[in-house]
């Protein structure tokens, strides 16, 4: 069962437990609209559902709400920001502004962040760039999960890829992916539904396929996109590799299977080899490489080429980057985001301890 | 049947043959060595046997054998390459070199190229930031065959990237991968041994799942890392995607359906939306992140660490990307590379045509 609620009630309410936490008022606004994005763009769980665990790894001391953001190091197109254990729904924003500053005179901007805290979801921090006809990209470590190919070790996390890119009567051009066969919130959906997961998605403590959805809390790990060797799993390995090294070893922040978890009642390893969590922001100016008009006119006729491939099924069209999730967004700032009855029990246990009226049922 | 032939006789062959086409001896010179080390490095698809490729495309006044490469665009840190039609094994290092000295002097370097060929094999132009201290990224586009999910059009190459990152007494990490869940020279091998291929790998010409490893020749088409949607075939179709964008629109050049496939007996569809093929290649300096040797130390923990990840066989040990080719040019340096007898057919004939005295079977 889910009730719908008002996108923009979600919102406030976000922005008011945050600063009710100790974020100042405009970090806490810009971290309660990363999160309202996930709502907005199907990625239920990175949305509001995921507040309760921010707030509960500020109470392990693991999350400092009022941090001194720092750039400890710079070139004309690079930059590291030490996020000072930060919310990475603030530090990622902050990173990416200094890659479009740096993108406005260099051409292109990177920057890497470490000392920080789950970041929301990739596309937030990518698609800022796409207002300044620079295109985005966004990546970050993450809690581990996953196993390297051949391997039963939990040692990357899902480790996901954003990149943001402006079009010009079409809309941008958005990918947002895990570098896994999926996202974890796809198998928390079919643990709810009592329902098993395809084969490809995980793998048993032993290391052998499975399809239960509940692996990992069996002692399982998550799969790498392509699954087994014969399917390119190593491939998706060798993508959340490369996403742990540029986030966590450019920036010195923790990697591989020191990276902390995200859920506050698991420790963080006792010998880290970084600090906090790592992201790495890159923004590239377009008219660094042509003209903004005629770029975005090209994009446009790819996005329209593409969008009128020849179908398998007539009723499966053939969708460009960022179109789901666009749809979508349409739809639930008319109708509310849904959310579980757990979700709503959650916030309501939040409400009452940040002394906030919290009243989802009356906006609908 | 293969015969085993000396690497470095199957180097200065294939410059020969590239300077009787042609080419400047520099030139001739370092599209040999591209092409050498895809034979050591074990893509055989992509080494001396493909020569034969370059010249059928020559012939047809596709490719140019002294080609004017200029610098059409640049910012601090961005370059544009017109490659003037020559060959992309030439246009690609040229790009590479100039990613290279902006990064020097910005931090990062990154150079899109248009009006090109097939570059080869995606590492060698990553590779050459290894001994500057510097991360090399390349990618490029290549002849349609793959389809996007959901359809049965061929948009796409098979678009592969490479990362390479330094260490420091471990040997670099090299990522080298196509955004298919096979590259095509595999479906290639499977038709040599008359073997089914196993699913996931292609689709037929309606769009079903097929074992027809000669599904390409039968009017399908290659699939996106990942396979079907459910096991993640999208994103391999957003990356693909990608590095289509980032070769071809950012630089000028023919993307999806348009560019121009590499054999020469297909000819190029005659309403082009850009120049050639197109690449993109970055170089990252590390110390533009943090001191150089602080970064490679932690890159041997990672490899270290990775590299003991407990199996899941006792037989199979966990990768680190690049372990596979460089033990295989070990082997190859020591034994030689392996010939297919097509292969030596063909290379006789090139022989004979630029009149060069080829004996491989007296270099073994």
Redesign the interface.
Known sequence: MSVLVDSKYLKNFTQAIFERMGCPVDQAKVAAECLNQADLRGVDSHGVARLGGYIRLWEKKRLNAQPNIRVV?E????G?IDGDLGLGLVTAPEAMKLAIKKAK????G?V?VKNSNHYGIAAFHAMMALEEDMIGISMTNASPLV???????R?LGTNPIA?A?PALNEPP?I?D??????ANGKLEVLQREGKDA?L?WA?DK???PTTDSFALKNGGSMLP???DR???G??????G??V??FSA????AN???WVPPFVAFLDPPNDP??DGIGHFLGA???D???PAG??KS??D??IK??RN?????AD????I?GDPERELTIQRLEEGVPLQEAVVEDLHRLAKQFEYNFNPEQHA
């Not at 491939?309 to 099924?313: F, K, L, P, Q, S």
Request: proline share 6%; glycine share 12%; net charge positive.
């Open positions: 190091h070139t004309p197109s690079t590291v005179q260099a051409g292109t990177w890497a196993s390297p190919t051949f391997s039963k070790s040692f990149v890119i051009f990918i992916m895990a570098t896994t066969t999926v395809p490809g793998q032993d290391g052998l996109l392509g699954g014969l399917h390119g190593h491939k998706g390995y060798c993508l590799a490369m742990d090294i070893i450019l920036s010195g990697y591989g299977p080899v970084g590239m100016r377009i660094a490489f042509r005629e770029f090209h994009m006729n790819w080429t593409f491939a020849e179908t398998i099924e499966k069209k053939v969708l980057p």
